[in-house]
């Protein structure tokens, strides 16, 4: 699994005309899966989402996490993260796993950190959707499990 981890002051996820996930200051969370990922990776990156220390402390050290701060955060399902740009220009998706696959572990990812007591807000899976952020930092990760 990789996820792409911003720092944000707020974030939303629009299908259409209806706001479906909208967050205050947390984490913007960008997810992808690939053919070999399952249950593990998927506990692995709640562990590290979890405890991830990337906001500051009272002297403004990157030393807290999001369990820390009470933040939120916004987890939207992104297959494009296993897009491979190595030959040509225009991407082959192979290595993203099919949705049957993905939406479940995705699943898995946001109950892990609910059952943390963090609130989240998700995108919905296969809808075509528009991703709003107010990066804080910029603090920008990747991360691969």
Not at 50 to 55: D, E, K, S, T
Not at 86 to 113: H, N, T, Y
Not at 135 to 143: A, D, E, W, Y
């Amino acid at each position: 699994m990789r996820a792409l981890v911003q720092r944000v002051e707020q974030a939303s996820v629009t299908v259409g005309t209806e706001i479906v996930g909208t967050i205050e200051a947390g984490l913007c969370v960008l997810v992808g899966v690939t053919h070999d990922d399952g249950p593990d990776q998927a506990n692995r990156l709640v562990e590290k989402l979890a405890g991830l220390r990337i906001f500051d402390d009272p002297q403004g050290v990157m030393n807290l996490s999001v369990v820390d701060t009470q933040g939120a955060l916004l987890v939207v399902s992104q297959f494009t993260l296993y897009g491979d740009v190595q030959k040509g220009k225009r991407p082959s998706w192979m290595a993203a796993a099919r949705p049957d696959q993905a939406e479940p572990l995705i699943e898995q990812v946001v109950e892990g950190l609910t059952q943390r007591g963090l609130e989240v807000a998700t995108g919905r899976f296969r809808a075509d959707m528009k991703v709003a952020i107010l990066n804080n930092g910029p603090v920008t990760l990747m991360i691969e499990v």
